[in-house]
């Protein structure tokens, strides 16, 4: 488990070096950061370029972390986070210049439909045999310790925080270093349930689906209207002096063309 997440490290690492040998090129922006929003980047570079001639270069899977470490070295113009920055992030400068919302929720690669009780939730992680109600075995993947998602299930589910902690000492399950890892991982495991935000399923068009929770399933819609109550938030992070292309990046953000085009890969602007 520890060589996994060491060797796919190793491998973001030289991804960086590979492409930040220098600082970030004029009409170009180099944006990267949770992997839940490579796609999504993806998808609106084709119209960020065709409306301020900048060259939109998303760098994969780079995480949270790495991303915002890579803005404060001036080799990323902006950074997708999933989490808020710490203290010592704005420390180098760092600044949350804008905000993302997502429904979040659990998948699986069985056919479904499946649904689960809130309150029982935390029960499957703690359990040494879980099983699904037709007798399947339940097969979790696990999230490095220092990963977004784990603070997002704790605070939306109490006594998750407890429950992953003491699976972390088991040596038999899977530990998914990246979130395209994560969905890879449960697309292969028969009875497989991992967390994902809906964004990242949706724009990847994985073939995996959502289990509903308290008799809901998570769509944008439900979770816009309160009735599906778990969304996860991401932050758009600049330098403390944003660069011309980071600027023009926020601005097309803000427009009516590109919050059109989030909606419809699962995400809005702005916190609740």
């Known amino acids: ?12 690492g030289s991804v960086i070096g590979a492409t930040m040998a220098g600082p970030v090129a004029a009409e170009e922006l180099k944006i990267g950061g949770t992997g839940a929003v490579t796609d999504v980047l993806r998808a609106l570079a084709a119209d960020f370029t065709a409306q301020t001639g900048i060259a939109l270069a998303v760098l994969p899977s780079l995480g949270s ?10 080799k990323l113009g902006l950074a997708v986070s999933g989490r808020e920055l710490r203290d010592k992030e704005k420390a180098r400068g760092l600044q949350a210049v804008g905000s993302l919302r997502t429904p979040y929720g659990f998948v699986t690669s069985r056919p479904g439909p499946d649904g689960l009780a809130s309150t029982d939730i935390v029960g499957l992680y703690k359990s040494a045999r879980p099983l699904w109600p037709d007798g399947m075995p339940v097969l979790i993947v696990l999230r490095p310790a220092d990963d977004s998602d784990n603070e997002v299930v704790a605070a ?13 000492k088991r040596r038999d399950l899977s530990v998914a270093a990246t979130d395209q890892d994560n969905a890879d991982m449960a697309e292969r495991m028969k009875g ?16 995996l689906r959502f289990v509903a929770i308290d008799g809901v399933m998570p769509s944008l819609e439900a979770y816009l209207d309160g009735s599906y109550r778990y969304g996860k938030l991401l932050y758009l992070i600049a330098p403390a ?4 292309e980071a600027k023009a990046f926020i601005d097309f953000l803000a427009g009516p063309a590109a919050r059109s085009r989030l909606r419809d890969l699962g995400l809005v602007a702005g916190a609740r």
């Open 65 to 74: 972390s790495g991303a915002n470490s890579a803005v404060a070295d001036g």
């Open 241 to 244: 002096t944003p660069s011309a």
């Open 156 to 168: 939306l589910f109490p006594g998750m925080a407890d429950a992953i902690a003491q699976l972390r």
């Open 192 to 207: 497989s349930l991992v967390g994902a935000t809906f964004t990242q399923i949706k724009a990847e068009k994985r073939n």
């Open 1 to 12: 488990m520890k060589l996994r997440i060491g060797l796919v490290a190793a491998l973001i």
